[in-house]
């Protein structure tokens, strides 16, 4: 539980700065942010399993790559599911900013998460 809490405020985080960075990828603040990384929480449970076993095929085809698509796809999804208190304008950001949260998740869960848990 308390790991799915830290994921909910780092995807809240990183959502904040990659609406800071990208023009076309808007936030209407904090709360959006937090409402925003549960639902993408939610869709990654429920959906994106069902989605990865559907394109299994290209997934294993082009390496893995294409679970950055999946990505985008929940995170239009998560779009679509808010309305107008975070909108994406296209699918290319969408790829853009899944690649951009998937990498800095990840760097921040090896980094600081991991660490911090070995410690403890």
């Known amino acids: 539980m308390l790991s ?4 909910i405020f780092v995807n ?3 959502l904040i700065v990659i609406a800071g960075y990208f023009e076309s990828f808007h936030l209407e603040g904090i709360g959006a942010a937090f409402v925003a990384s549960i639902i993408l929480s939610v869709l990654n449970i429920f959906v994106k399993p069902f989605l ?7 997934t294993v085809l082009s390496l893995g790559l294409f679970l950055f698509v999946i990505n985008a796809i929940t995170l239009m999804m998560t779009s679509s599911i808010m309305g107008d208190a975070f909108q994406i304008d296209g699918f290319g950001t969408a790829i ?3 690649i ?6 990840l760097l921040i869960q090896k980094a600081i998460i ?5 410690n403890n």
Request: net charge neutral.
């Open 4 to 7: 799915w809490i830290v994921n």
């Open 12 to 14: 809240a985080l990183l």
């Open 52 to 58: 990865i076993l559907l394109t299994l095929p290209i």
């Open 96 to 98: 853009l900013a899944s």
């Open 100 to 105: 951009v949260l998937s990498f800095f998740h």
């Open 114 to 118: 991991e660490p911090l848990q070995r």
